[in-house]
């Protein structure tokens, strides 16, 4: 049960931050459930997605086997870019990255200045050397590349999954003072989650399968790997022809871009999750919950959402056994008209590093 939960718990966790970014087992106290709505638990989540202009912010603290680490996101959205600041701390070292990436549909910005200011004297001891990204080629304080549309923020999934998600636990779902709470504590409200989840499963793992799958092929992923090394390799062979004054051959041109993808089987890109590959991954599911039956729980889970004045808040807490691990997560979501995210103007392009690292070799 414990390896159960464990595995609930991480799912959790992730789906809750994948929302923000972007007690009892009691019927519902006093409120009807108004399924993926204003005033309901998931529609709450539902909507701190929706926002166009916000700031965000979520803490994580985990105590797991003996482990203990800290990790903050913060960040702004304006509707057009998001910026992303974060802390780390585990294993006794602390790591602070301001503003540290900014990504739109089709960009990525990353402020290796940034991240140098806390790794490289890091870096440098792991390699016993000076490291400097100079040496890489790497000469501005912003690097960039194309995204194609990969990292376009899409939140339709669990706009259209959320009513189903309150309707199905609206049975274990409290509300006290706008506070929605799903908690399970001991056997009873175990077996509530696990005849919820069930029917969950039931009612929507088709539906859910379908959506999934014409999700995870929205993007071709091979095209976009393709795309980018014909971008590497036409900057090298710019670059070679401006430094050299030869011209690469059609099939030198070739040659060079199969160098580059040696060591990527594209097969790999070219396997996609059909439904029923989602919906083989809702059996074992199922299989999984089934086996949970009849079992107790030593600690808590607990997640509670809330909305008051602008401010959406979702917190988590994991306690799988009593006081020997847990995780604690602590979200808000804040409207803000005035958010305003500044795209980096002078960045270098990561092609072009590529390639002009390719030339400091080709000289030596």
């Known amino acids: 049960m414990k390896g159960f939960l464990r595995k609930a718990a991480a799912v959790l966790l992730i789906a809750v931050m994948a929302v923000a970014m972007l007690a009892g087992c009691s019927k519902s106290g006093g409120k009807n459930v108004n399924a993926g709505g204003s005033g309901s638990m998931f529609g709450i989540l539902k909507e701190s997605t929706q926002l166009k202009k916000k700031t965000f912010d979520c803490d994580i603290t985990a105590n797991v086997e003996g482990t203990s680490a800290k990790i903050k996101l913060s960040g702004v959205s304006d509707g057009n870019a998001t910026s992303l600041s974060a802390e780390v701390s585990a294993g006794g070292m602390s790591f602070k990255f301001d503003n540290a990436i900014i990504f739109t549909d089709d960009v990525v910005y990353i402020n290796v200045a940034s991240v140098m200011d806390e790794v490289g004297s890091f870096a440098s001891a792991m390699m016993g050397g000076s490291f400097d990204l100079k040496e890489f080629g790497v000469t501005s304080d912003w690097v960039s590349f194309k995204a194609e549309g990969m990292f376009k923020q899409d939140t ?33 409200s175990v077996q509530a989650l696990i005849d919820a989840t069930k029917k969950l499963l039931d009612d929507n793992s088709d539906s859910w399968a379908k959506l999934l799958a014409e999700k995870a092929n929205s993007i071709d992923t091979e095209k976009v790997v393709n795309g980018f090394v014909d971008d590497v390799a036409d900057a090298i062979v710019k670059a070679l022809e401006e430094a ?15 160098a580059m993808l040696e060591g ?27 086996d949970a039956e009849g079992e107790a729980l030593d600690g808590t889970v607990d997640l509670r959402t809330s909305y008051e004045k ?33 795209i980096p103007s002078d960045t270098q392009s990561l092609v072009d590093i590529i390639a002009m690292f390719f030339m400091t070799a080709y000289a030596n």
Not at 170 to 183: N, P, Q
Not at 265 to 274: A, G, N, P, Y
């Open 156 to 188: 339709s999934f669990f706009e259209t999954i959320s009513k189903d998600l309150d309707e199905a636990y609206a049975g274990i779902i409290t509300e006290k003072d706008g506070t929605y709470s799903i908690t399970v504590s001991d056997k009873d």
């Open 244 to 258: 050299t004054g030869e011209k690469l051959s059609e099939d030198d041109i070739k040659e060079l871009k199969e």
């Open 264 to 290: 990527t089987d594209m097969s790999d890109f070219d396997e996609k999750m059909d439904e029923e590959s989602y919906k083989e991954l809702f059996d074992e599911l199922k299989e999984q919950i089934k």
């Open 310 to 342: 602008g401010v959406y808040t979702i917190k988590a807490n994991i306690e799988p056994n009593a006081g020997e691990e847990n995780i604690t997560m602590v979200s808000t979501v804040k409207e803000d008209s005035s958010a305003k995210v500044e």
